[in-house]
Structure formats: C-alpha cells, structure tokens
C-alpha cells in the first residue's frame, strides 16, 4: 500500500492493493451479490483517512445527511476537505451534501476533486451522470453514467438511467 502524506496527521490510500483486487473484484463481478459484496469492501477502504479527526468528521456530516440536517453536513465535511484535502471521501461525502441541496456548481466541484484523487470512483462518476441529468445534457449524463457502469455493474439506477438516457444520447441504433 502506497501512502501519501497529507497536512496535519492524516494519510490517504492511493493505489492500495486491497482497493485494486476490490476493484477488479467488483469490474469483474458476476452477479449482483458479488457486486454489492464487493462494493461495501471498497467503500470501506476508500472511507481510511488515516486520522482520527478526518474519520469524526466525516462520520459526523454522514450522520447529519442521513437525518436531513444538510447545512450541519455540508459545515462538517468543509471542515474535513479542509483538515484533509487529498481524502477523496470527503469530497464526495461534500458533493452528496451540495447535490442534496441542488447546488450543483459546488457539487460538481467536490466531484471533480474526487475524481483527480480517485478516478476509479465510480460514485463520483455517477454524481457527475446526475448533475448532467439533472440539468436536461443527457449526452454528458450518458457518458458519466457509462463510465460508472464500466466500473460498477448490476446497478439498477444506473442500468434505468442509461436506458432512459440511450436514444437521446445516442440517437436511432439502426
């Protein structure tokens, strides 16, 4: 595992070799519970801060998603990008704050930032498919949401927003 010091006390997996077999694990799955098994395995790697602080404080603007108190979300993980700018976690954890507030600019600024630290993120990838979505291009949301998919199948909201999405973004398949 290659570790990238960060400010403060806080480290960040890049590249670890537990995230790649999770990874291939997941491109790879062959059906929808090796998918979703490997999923919760590689989210709970990319969730590593390395600091105790970092963990707190994303723990803490998950919680206050999960019961709907965004600004409180949005005020922790500010704090997290912040302590640890290079936790690609935090970003996203950011940007489904933002997005959740349909503040779609600042959302697709923490996705991004996600991405350039982790470009295997395929739920940042999905966040960028929805943004597009949300904002009537559905050749960007086609194009984000196909990436995902690449790294992340048997998702059901993926696979219906491609469908919906295919003949607009593609046009007539004759």
């Not at 498919?129 to 199948?153: E, F, N, V």
Request: charged share 25%.
């Amino acid at each position: 595992m290659v570790l990238i010091s960060l400010p403060g006390t806080v480290a960040a997996q890049v590249g670890s070799d537990e995230a790649s077999d999770l990874l291939t694990d997941l491109r790879e799955a062959e059906d929808p519970v090796a998918a979703d098994r490997a999923e919760r395995a590689l989210r709970l790697e990319w969730a590593q801060s390395g600091s105790a602080s970092a963990d707190l404080l994303l723990k803490r603007g998950r919680d206050a998603l999960e019961v709907g108190q965004t600004d409180a979300a949005i005020e922790h993980l500010t704090a997290l990008t912040d302590h640890a700018p290079d936790f690609a976690e935090g970003w996203f954890a950011l940007a489904t704050a933002y997005y959740t507030e349909e503040l779609f600019g600042p959302a697709a600024r923490a996705l991004e930032r996600t991405l350039v630290l982790n470009p295997d993120h395929y739920g940042a990838l999905q966040g960028i498919g929805a943004i597009h979505d949300q904002l009537d291009r559905p050749r960007k949301a086609y194009a984000a949401y196909s990436a995902a998919a690449a790294i992340r199948p048997y998702n059901d909201e993926l696979t219906e927003a491609l469908d919906r999405l295919a003949r607009e973004a593609q046009g007539w398949q004759l």
